[in-house]
Each structure stands twice: as structure tokens, then as C-alpha cells.
């Protein structure tokens, strides 16, 4: 196992060179993010069954006096000091955060407890939950939980928080935006249909392979870096949709008034206003941050344009009135001139963004291009809140012509380019191997580690095999990693760079195509899970035709659907048809077991109790068509 390598003379210069660009001496934040602070959080935390969820000792050297590492960028290092604040803290008389990672918000209604977001990790939410009943010795009832949008952070700790036995009686409602259908397509299919590869692009993005030192992992931006890898996703849907601005609710005896704003930083996504306690969130569409136009992980690109939109009617709703704005990340804003000047600000990155992107595209730059020149005005630029410890102005540009433009960049050149290995092996032979091993290493001995990542690329997708290329592009990605403001792109890179040392990593999966998520899925949604499984040119090659009638059980009424595969191609639709080979009956938990696992089919028929009137044989050659996705694929060579 290769160890990381210090940061290089040139690293250590562009980093300490990097202060200027920051209002170092501001330091609001230290104080801010441990207002009300009530009670820490224990150094390790456990689950029930004693796996390790949490180790704050794996950030304990991040303190407030310690000089930023030549290995950091020392924004990011500013923004890791601050998110160690972590713990139990009251923002306003009736309200809470319980901040970790992704945290839970505790609104103290007259009759009851509101949770807003519940955090991704079931043990962690109730570990929340046990820490604010305990230090406030508040024994309300939970009387209603609010999903601000559709990313599993948010939604994920519900089962730690409430049984769904009281969502499904409707003791308890969950409240979310946009329609039913509409969430839970998002909330699933973002996280279900793509999750393998979104999990292990999340893998380098969030940092999860690294170490937890001065050369690896140190926070991710709008979190500390503390928190283990153990997942424990969970899923109700929400029963109580809000599809329009000005919708109100009453929860535990208080009034709750809603802005929705979808297609922002979630494709369903609304702000909430407190009014008994002059108290405001819009979700992630405002943080301590500049968020995601388009997400590294993988995710639908959003629109910027929104962001500001929304953000704005927000203030022109409540912006007179707010004393206090709270986030599902990071650490509150209070005051009303400092929560307006927040709103405002982040209301105006995100425009200048949009317009800024669209004027260059507009003159006829390609989105590379863009993005290598345009920088935020110092009036935004300064204000930490707008840094980039999520999304990075790089990349948002890039996302702003993808959304309005599409994928091309306008080069006629890359429409139809080479295979990246074929180029590589091509560019190969035309300088040959060992003059591109002399450029790699004259560029990493200059400090020009992009051009050494570039030019030693070639070598590596030619052959996956050169350690030499490997370990000098592994140096390279290094530095560049150590040099960064946007914490994904220091994951990505230093990733990258253990990966090639050290081969594929079987860890650092987050998966989060969960049992709840998968079955959660709407009925049209499962056979789009299935579709995806399909290898449809085998099924074509092999002349598959085969037709299915499922019914689903339970839920109320029965559910008829059929489904067939014919050139390829899996489709459903509600309905049962003629013709079918077979049919099968069961509730959704069992039927979704035999539609993603058609090889235990039989096994699964008899355990599950599923009647199957017809030819079971054609779920054996279903599976013989059916595709496994290996969660650990390479992404640093072919």
C-alpha cells in the first residue's frame, strides 16, 4: 500500500499565495456555527449492534489554532475548522438542530415536535433524537416530519425518527413537495435507477476512499469528515404533498407556510416559513456554501436561474420579517439585515452565474472556455457563504451550458470523437512512450500538474498496466488535489491517485439503492429498474419475446400490470393482456424480489407465497438476460 506523498514546493506556494483571495481576518463564522450550543456529541458513537457510525477523533486534529497543512487549500481548511462544531443547539426559543453530517431540525410546536429533514442514517436520527430528548428532557410526541426536498440526506433517518405504522394510520404526516408521484420518482429514481453509479462516483467525490489526515479526507464541505462508513438508508413516503406557494399547514399547534421551488437545487424542493418564531429555511437552495448547478456524483443538471428566482420570491415573501435562517447543512444566519444580505448574496452568485455563463456562450465560447475565465466579483467572491465547498464555479459554469445548450460544446471536433483508448493509444504511437513519460515528468517537476495529468492519460488508458505512467499521473493528481478550494475536486483527485497506486478500492461504497428505496419505487418506476437490468442486445440476439401479467396485492385493491420484452426492449403498463405465459400474484415486496432476481425465481415463488399460473420457465431465461453492475468499475482507466 502506497502512502500519500507530502505536498510539493509549488503546492505549498499556490496554497499559502491562495490567502489573499480570502477575507482570512473574517472570522463571524467561528462564532456563529456554536450559537446555542447545548451539548457535544460522544467522541465514537455505535448503532445497537455496536458498528461504528461516528469517530470524531478522526478530525480531532482540525482545531481552531492549528496552521493550515501545506496539503490544503486554506479556504477548505477554514471551512473544516468550522464544521467541527457539532452537537445538540438551539437556534431559536422553539427550534433545534442536532448537527453532525446532514442534521435534524427539531421545531418545538405548542402540541408537538415537527422534524424537518431527518438526516440520512437511521441510527443517527435516532441517536439525535435521544440526544435532544435527553439534554432537554422534552418528551412531546413527534407530530409531523417535513421532507424540505428529494436527496436521501433529507429523508433517509425518517425509521429512527417514527414508525411508519403511525404514517400509514396517518397519526403522523410527512409532509414534501410536489405530488406523491412526482417525489417519490425523483427521491427513487435519482438514487435507485443510476445508484450504482452514482455510489461509486460518490465514492470519489465525497472523499470516502481517503484517509481521514491532512492528506486525505478533511471535510466535505457542508459537513465534517467524522462520520463512518456505515449506512443505514431508510424510506416512507410522504402522505401530505404541497404543489403550490402559500400553501400552509398546521403542525403541533403552529403554522407552517411553504414556497415551492422545484427544478433548484433537488428537482422537487420548497422553502419553509415559521412565522410563531420569525424563522426561515429554503432548504439547499441557501447555504454556507456555493451549491451544484450540476452535481460530480451524477444527477440531472439544475437550473441556476431558479435558484435566484426562488431565493428572491422568498424575500420578497418573508424577508422583512426573518430573524433567523436555518439550513438542513452547516449553521444558522440570525438577524434580519445579515439574513436579507445572505439571501441576497447567494440569490445574486447564482444569477451572475446564469447570465454570465449565457454571455459568453453567447459570444461564442465553449463551456471550457467559459469557465477558465469567469470568476465571481469580489462582492460575492469574498463572502464565505458564496465559496466553493460544494459546487465550484468551474463546473457551474460548465452545468449552466449543459442545461441550456445540451452536451455539445460547438466544436465539430467532438461530436463524434475517438474512444478514449483508442485515442490514447494512437496519441501513443505518435510520440511514443518515452517521450510522453519525459513530458510527464518535466511538467510535475515544473508544478504544471494539469498538463501532466493530460499528457500521462495517453500512457495510462493505453495501458492500464504501466505502473511507471500510473504512479508519475498518480503524482500529479496529487498535488492538484492538495490545491483545491471545492472539496469534490480534492476527492476526486486524491482518489484517483490512490487508485492508481494501489488498485481499485473494494471500500468506500455508499449505496444507496436501499431495500426501503427499491420498494418504496412506484409500480412504473420497479419496471424501469428492471429495464435497466436488461441487456437488450442480448435479448434481441437471443430473440427473447416474452410477456408477464403481474398482480400486486395489498395496498387497498389489486394492481394488474403486464409486461413484455420483445427486440431488446422491456416495457409494462398498467393492465393485464392476453397472450401472457404466465402470471404471477403477490404483494410488492415479494413480486419486486422475483423481477429484479428472475434466477431465484422459483426459490423465491415458494418462500414468498407469489402464485405463478403459467410457463415459470421464461423468468429462467429472463435471468439469462439479466445484468449484475459491478459497484467498484474503474473510472481511472478504460
Not at 483571495?21 to 467522541?43: H, V
Not at 466535505?220 to 462520520?227: E, F, I, P, Q
Not at 494512437?426 to 510522453?436: N, Q, V
Not at 438476460?625 to 478504460?638: G, M, R
Amino acid at each position: 500500500m502506497t502512502e500519500p506523498k507530502d505536498a510539493t514546493a509549488f503546492t505549498a506556494e499556490v496554497n499559502r499565495a491562495a490567502v489573499a483571495k480570502y477575507a482570512m481576518n473574517d472570522r463571524a463564522d467561528f462564532t456563529d456555527a456554536e450559537r446555542g450550543f447545548i451539548a457535544g456529541l460522544p467522541e465514537r458513537m455505535y448503532t445497537p449492534d455496536g458498528q461504528l457510525m461516528r469517530d470524531g477523533s478522526l478530525t480531532a486534529y482540525i482545531t481552531d489554532d492549528a496552521p493550515c497543512p501545506d496539503t490544503v487549500n486554506p479556504a477548505l481548511w477554514r471551512q473544516s475548522q468550522v464544521l467541527r462544531r457539532q452537537g445538540l443547539f438551539e437556534v431559536v426559543d422553539g427550534l433545534y438542530q442536532v448537527r453532525i453530517v446532514m442534521q435534524v431540525t427539531i421545531v418545538d410546536a405548542p402540541d408537538g415536535l415537527v422534524i424537518i429533514d431527518t438526516g440520512d442514517n437511521v441510527d443517527l436520527a435516532a441517536a439525535s433524537m435521544a440526544l435532544f430528548r435527553s439534554e432537554t428532557g422534552n418528551d412531546k410526541p413527534v407530530v409531523a416530519v417535513i421532507y424540505t426536498h428529494t436527496h436521501f440526506d433529507h429523508y433517509g433517518g425518517v425509521k429512527g425518527i417514527i414508525d411508519e405504522a403511525d404514517v400509514a394510520s396517518g397519526k403522523i404526516p410527512i409532509v414534501a413537495p410536489g405530488t406523491i408521484e412526482s417525489f417519490n420518482k425523483h427521491a427513487i429514481g435519482e438514487n435507485v435507477i443510476t445508484g450504482n453509479a452514482m455510489s461509486r462516483r460518490m465514492g470519489y467525490t465525497f472523499g470516502v476512499l481517503l484517509p481521514r489526515c491532512d492528506c486525505g479526507l478533511v471535510s466535505v464541505g457542508l459537513g465534517s469528515a467524522d462520520a463512518g462508513m456505515y449506512t443505514n438508508f431508510s424510506y416512507i413516503p410522504p402522505t401530505d404533498p404541497v404543489t403550490k406557494t402559500g400553501e400552509k399547514r398546521t403542525l403541533g399547534g403552529w403554522e407552517f407556510e411553504f414556497l415551492y421551488a422545484p427544478d433548484t437545487e433537488a428537482p422537487e424542493e420548497m422553502h419553509i416559513w415559521i412565522p410563531a418564531i420569525n424563522a426561515l429555511t429554503c432548504a439547499e437552495n441557501a447555504n454556507h456554501a456555493m451549491h451544484n448547478i450540476q452535481t460530480i456524483r451524477g444527477a440531472r443538471t439544475r437550473d441556476a436561474r431558479n435558484f435566484a428566482r426562488y431565493l428572491d420570491e422568498t424575500l420578497v415573501r418573508w424577508g422583512d420579517r426573518a430573524e433567523v435562517h436555518f439550513g438542513p447543512h452547516t449553521w444558522p444566519v440570525w438577524g434580519n439585515e445579515k439574513v436579507v444580505r445572505f439571501l441576497e448574496d447567494q440569490r445574486d452568485m447564482y444569477k451572475f452565474i446564469y447570465d454570465q455563463s449565457l454571455r459568453l456562450a453567447n459570444q461564442g465560447l465553449t463551456p471550457l472556455e467559459a469557465a477558465e475565465i469567469l470568476d465571481l466579483p469580489d462582492e460575492l467572491g469574498k463572502k464565505w457563504y458564496n465559496r466553493y465547498y460544494h459546487g465550484g464555479l468551474h463546473h457551474n459554469v460548465r452545468a449552466v451550458f449543459h442545461k441550456e445548450l445540451g452536451f455539445w460544446d460547438g466544436d465539430p471536433a467532438t461530436i463524434l470523437p475517438l474512444l478514449p483508448a483508442d485515442n490514447a493509444k494512437r496519441h501513443t504511437e505518435l510520440i511514443g512512450r518515452d517521450k510522453i513519460l519525459e513530458t510527464g515528468r518535466a511538467a510535475i517537476a515544473e508544478g504544471d500538474y494539469r498538463w501532466a495529468v493530460q499528457i500521462l492519460h495517453h500512457l495510462v488508458f493505453t495501458d492500464p498496466g504501466d505502473t511507471e505512467a500510473r504512479n508519475l499521473q498518480a503524482d500529479a493528481y496529487e498535488q492538484l488535489g492538495y490545491q483545491q478550494e471545492v472539496p469534490q475536486y480534492r476527492g476526486l483527485f486524491l482518489c484517483a491517485a490512490k487508485e492508481l497506486r494501489n488498485g481499485v478500492a473494494s471500500e468506500g461504497q455508499l449505496n444507496t439503492d436501499s431495500l426501503d428505496t427499491i420498494l418504496a419505487m412506484p409500480i412504473d418506476l420497479l419496471f424501469d429498474f428492471a429495464g435497466v437490468h436488461l441487456d437488450g442486445p442480448a435479448a434481441d440476439s437471443a430473440g427473447l419475446a416474452i410477456r408477464v401479467n403481474w398482480t400486486f396485492t395489498g395496498a387497498g385493491q389489486d394492481q394488474p400490470w403486464t409486461m413484455w420484452i420483445r427486440g431488446g426492449v422491456l416495457n409494462a403498463r398498467p393492465g393485464h393482456a392476453d397472450g401472457a405465459q404466465l402470471t404471477l400474484a403477490g404483494t410488492k415486496p415479494a413480486l419486486a424480489q422475483v423481477l429484479l432476481a428472475p434466477g431465484n425465481a422459483a426459490e423465491l415463488i415458494s418462500r414468498l407465497d407469489v402464485t405463478a399460473d403459467g410457463d415459470t420457465g421464461v423468468l429462467a431465461e429472463l435471468a439469462t438476460v439479466t445484468d449484475t453492475f459491478d459497484p467498484h468499475f474503474n473510472l481511472i482507466t478504460p
